[in-house]
């Protein structure tokens, strides 16, 4: 029998101390309002076999970007070349009873757990390629710049789906398949 050693997550990201209320911060900060409660579609499949789609309260008992962080440990240098972006896909906490007080079954939850990790389109900067963001005679990002330890969105055909460390992730060819950076991963859906 084989055993694994996890790979410690990188040192040299900042990861503040878990607030849940810090989401609501940084909500106000980047839409000037006082936030709405944090919600996600869920989708279901009624007797009849169509999906139906709910919007869930989303409630995180571990800050999101340290368990990514933990899970997918330090990736190496030279893994990510060129100007390559390698993002981890989010996976929301899971559902296991509506705000109706109805308990969903195991095959539910991981037909949303499946959903998140083929169509996620948000996830978390682990990895970047030495020339990414850099300015060249062709492109300029004007000032802009991710860097690893963002929460980022984006198409997901537009990155190809690894694994890295047991850790599903995305690896973009390069910064124009990154849509934006967003202050939460509950954020966009």
Known sequence: ???TTR???PDNIDVPPFDPSAFDAAIKEATGTAPKPIRRRFSVRTPAGKRADRWV???HERDPKTLILDAIGQVPDGVVQFSRILVAIYQPPI???TSGGV????SIQDEDRLEHYWQGKVGLIVAMGPQAYEDADDV???GTRNAVGDWVWFRPSDG???DVNEVACRLFDSERYI??????PDLVS
């Open 103 to 106: 308990f969903l079954s195991q």
């Open 160 to 162: 190809m789906f690894c």
């Open 7 to 9: 790979i410690k997550r």
């Open 95 to 97: 559902v296991e009873k």
């Open 179 to 184: 849509l934006g950076r967003i202050p939460h």
């Open 57 to 59: 309260n989303v409630v």
């Open 140 to 142: 300029t990002f004007h």
């Open 1 to 3: 029998m084989s055993t």
